[in-house]
C-alpha cells in the first residue's frame, strides 16, 4: 500500500505566503490502501469491461446506475513468466500498482487525481481462481469516506476530474500536516484542503528521492500553489500551506507524487479558494 510521510510548511493567509521551518510528522498515512484481502473472482463471463461497475461485498458486476463502490478502469493478463505461486502484494504490487496509478489520471480527465478523494484499488484472483488458473489483475477507482474505505455511489467517474476537483476534492478534519488525514466532504467542518497542482517527484523505476530533496520541490511548488488558490485571502483566518510525500517504501508502487495542502487553525465549512 502506498504510505506518506508529511512535512509542513507555515504561510500567512493574508497576502503572499511565508515559509517557515517545518518538520516532517511522526505518523504515515494510507494513501491508496490495496485490498488484497478483499481480492475475488471476476463475473462469470470473463473480464469487465473498462468503465464497468462492480459491488465490493460480491465482486458482481452492477448497472453504473446502481449504487456501487467500485469502478473499473483497467484490466491486464498476467504475463507468462509470471510466478505460478500465489502473489502476495509484496510480490504483485510493485510490478503492477504503478500501471494503475498511471492509468488513473487519464480515466479520471486529471493529473490532480491524487488531491481528490478517488483512489485506485487493485485486485487479482482468489486462491481458489488462482488455484483454476485465472491469471488478472484489475485496477478499479473507488470514491473513500472517512474511513478510508469504499463508499457506494452511482454514476461514472470517467472523466469527472476533467474540470476540476469539485466535490471530490481531499478535505481532512485534522490538519495534514499532524498525523493521518480524516477525510470528510468539504462541506463539513475540515482544516485541511488538498489544492490543484500535484507534483510529480520522479519515476517508480528510478531511485526513491531523500525527504529533503522532495523537501525542497514541494516548498516552493506549493507556495506558488497555494497563493494562487486562496487569491486574496484578506480578512479569512491564518492559512499555512503543507504538503505530503511518499516514503521511500511506496516508491516502487508508483507513489512518487507531493499533494499540496491549504490548512487552517480553526475548522472551515466550505472551500478556501478564491475561484
Not at 493574508?14 to 491508496?32: D, F, H, N, V, Y
Not at 485534522?174 to 498525523?179: N, R
Amino acid at each position: 500500500m502506498g504510505v506518506v510521510a508529511l512535512f509542513a510548511a507555515v504561510a500567512l493567509g493574508t497576502g503572499c505566503a511565508r515559509t517557515i521551518e517545518g518538520t516532517p510528522a511522526a505518523s504515515p498515512r494510507t494513501l491508496a490502501p490495496n485490498v488484497s484481502a478483499e481480492v475475488a473472482r471476476l463475473p462469470p463471463g470473463g473480464p469487465i469491461s473498462r468503465g464497468g461497475c462492480l459491488a465490493a461485498d460480491t465482486f458482481a458486476a452492477v448497472d453504473c446506475n446502481q449504487p456501487h463502490e467500485l469502478e473499473a478502469f483497467h484490466f491486464t493478463a498476467l504475463p507468462v513468466d509470471f510466478p505460478q505461486r500465489y502473489p502476495t502484494p509484496d510480490t504483485l504490487l510493485p510490478r503492477f500498482e504503478p500501471q494503475c496509478r498511471a492509468e488513473l489520471p487519464g480515466y479520471l480527465g486529471s493529473a490532480d487525481a491524487d488531491a481528490s478523494r478517488l483512489r485506485e484499488f487493485v485486485y487479482w484472483p482468489s486462491q481458489p481462481g488462482w488455484n483454476a488458473g485465472q491469471r488478472w489483475v484489475l485496477c478499479a477507482v473507488v470514491e473513500i469516506g472517512p474511513d478510508d474505505r469504499p463508499i457506494a455511489r452511482t454514476g461514472s467517474l470517467q472523466g469527472v476530474l476533467r474540470d476540476g476537483l469539485g466535490r471530490f476534492q481531499t478535505c481532512s478534519a485534522t490538519p495534514p500536516s499532524q498525523g493521518n488525514l480524516q477525510v470528510v466532504p468539504c462541506t463539513e467542518p475540515h482544516r485541511g484542503e488538498a489544492v490543484p497542482g500535484v507534483l510529480v517527484l520522479g519515476d517508480p523505476t528510478s531511485p526513491p528521492i531523500s525527504a529533503a530533496q522532495a523537501n525542497a520541490r514541494a516548498d516552493p511548488h506549493c507556495h506558488a500553489k497555494i497563493n494562487a488558490y486562496l487569491g486574496s485571502p484578506t480578512g479569512r483566518a491564518t492559512v499555512r500551506y503543507s504538503w505530503r510525500y511518499p516514503l521511500p517504501e511506496s516508491w516502487a508502487n508508483g507513489y512518487t507524487s507531493a499533494v499540496c495542502y491549504a490548512e487552517t487553525d480553526t475548522p472551515v465549512t466550505g472551500s478556501l479558494s478564491a475561484h
